[in-house]
C-alpha cells in the first residue's frame, strides 16, 4: 500500500501572499487531520476531516482552513501568510475505526514564508 | 503548559550503550503512540499502547505505558547509531468529547548516537 503523499514537498512565499498544501491519505483511509511543526511549539494540530466534514478543530486563527473531497484527498489553506507560518505542514490519515487512533503521517511540506 | 511532557528534551551517548525516554501527563490516555521523526520527513509510527501497564518490545525498544494511562516510557538496549531522531510521544486523551482523531504530542526528546 502507498503511504500518505503530500505535495509541494517546499514552498518559499511571501508575507501576504496564500497557500494551498494537498494530502493523498493511504487507500481506504477515510480521516485526513493536519498537523503545524515548528521548532518552538512542536507538533500542534490544526483540524481533522472526516467523510468531507471537519470533524475537530485546534486553536489556529481563520487563516488556516482546509477540505475534503469525496475521494478523502484533502487540502488546507493558509492566507495572508505572516512570517510565523513557516513550518513543516504534516498530513496524517487514519481508518474511521482507527486501532486506538493511530495515524501515518507523510512527509510534510516545509513552507518558508518571507 | 505542555499536556504532555517528555524528557529528557536532548539524549547525547555512545554507541551501546543504553537510554530511556519519558511521556507524563496529568491527564488520562485512552492510548499512546511513539513515534520516530528523521530531519525533514514526517514522524513514522513505532508502536501504540492502549492497555495500563502494558509492555511491548520492538526488537531493542521497549515501550511501557503506566498503570493509570498518564505516563509512558521508551527504554532502547545498546543503541545504535539508525536509533538517532527525534523521539515523539503521542496520546488520545479521554476526557475530551469529540476528539475523533486528534493527537496530543510531546515537545520530543532528540537522541543522537555517537559511533
Known amino acids: 500500500k502507498a503511504g500518505v503523499t503530500q505535495t509541494p514537498r517546499y514552498l518559499i512565499k511571501t508575507r501576504g501572499q496564500q497557500v494551498t498544501l494537498s494530502c493523498s491519505p493511504i487507500?481506504?483511509?477515510?480521516?485526513v487531520s493536519w498537523y503545524q511543526q515548528t521548532p518552538g511549539q512542536g507538533l500542534q494540530f490544526l483540524f481533522e476531516?472526516?467523510?468531507?466534514?471537519?470533524?475537530n478543530k485546534g486553536n489556529f486563527p481563520g487563516r488556516f482552513s482546509g477540505r475534503q473531497f469525496s475521494n478523502s484527498r484533502s487540502e488546507m489553506n493558509v492566507s495572508t501568510l505572516e512570517l510565523g507560518d513557516s513550518a513543516l505542514y504534516l498530513c496524517?490519515?487514519?481508518?474511521?475505526?482507527?486501532?486506538?487512533?493511530?495515524?501515518?503521517f507523510g512527509p510534510g511540506t516545509r513552507l518558508t514564508v518571507l | 503548559t505542555q499536556l504532555l511532557e517528555q524528557s529528557p528534551q536532548f539524549l547525547s551517548i555512545q554507541e551501546g550503550e543504553n537510554l530511556t525516554v519519558y511521556c507524563n501527563s496529568s491527564?488520562?490516555?485512552?492510548?499512546l503512540q511513539w513515534y520516530r521523526q528523521e530531519p525533514g520527513e514526517g514522524p513514522v509510527l513505532l508502536v501504540t499502547?492502549?492497555?495500563?501497564?502494558e509492555v511491548k518490545k520492538l526488537k531493542r525498544l521497549t515501550f511501557q505505558f503506566g498503570d493509570a494511562r498518564k505516563d509512558s516510557s521508551l527504554h532502547i538496549t545498546a543503541a545504535q547509531p539508525g536509533d538517532t531522531g527525534l523521539y515523539l510521544c503521542?496520546?488520545?486523551?479521554?476526557?475530551?468529547?469529540?476528539?475523533?482523531?486528534?493527537?496530543?504530542f510531546g515537545g520530543g526528546t532528540r537522541v543522537l548516537v555517537k559511533p
Open positions: 499502547v492502549v492497555t495500563g501497564g
Open positions: 487507500s481506504g483511509h477515510r480521516s
Open positions: 496524517a490519515s487514519s481508518l474511521e475505526q482507527a486501532s486506538y487512533n493511530e495515524q501515518f
Open positions: 476531516y472526516f467523510s468531507e466534514t471537519q470533524r
Open positions: 503521542a496520546g488520545h486523551v479521554t476526557s475530551i468529547k469529540a476528539a475523533g482523531n486528534k493527537l496530543t
Open positions: 491527564s488520562v490516555f485512552s492510548s
